[in-house]
């Protein structure tokens, strides 16, 4: 079964959220959180650190991931690990893998026109939300 990752990352204050913009399919064109494939025998989390780093340039030392919850979708074959975190300080995010930018929080998440995996993001989001001081207690 093929993993992959979506990584909920706010920056410092948690007043915007990390987007990109796919350029290919699936979802070409619409908003997502950054991610991407779980490689045979890697662990989930470092899988989560890999991919914010090679899509991003965010590194462990600017943020630290809490494994939020998981998708098993049987009938593709696959799962999906959510993660959250929040940047310890402000910094420039750049990536070549899909166009990068900082959201509002006020976005309606679950308009399928705009975000890609049917809701998900505005699932995860509410989760965020109902966790938030476990999630972003010092």
Known sequence: MQGY???????SDK?????CKRKKEPYKGLRNLVGGKIEPN???DDAA??????ETGISHKDI???H????TYHLSDCYVEAYVGKLNRELIVSGDEN???????SCNFFDMNLFAGEGNIGHILEQVKIREEKLFAN
């Not at 990752?5 to 920056?11: D, I």
């Not at 166009?99 to 929080?105: A, F, P, T």
């Open 68 to 71: 939020l919850m998981d998708f």
């Open 99 to 105: 166009e990068l930018y900082w959201s509002e929080l």
């Open 5 to 11: 990752n979506v990584l909920v990352v706010f920056n």
């Open 42 to 44: 890697e662990n989930g």
């Open 49 to 54: 650190y890999r991919e914010l780093l090679e």
């Open 64 to 66: 630290k991931l809490t």
């Open 15 to 19: 007043s915007q959220l990390l987007m």
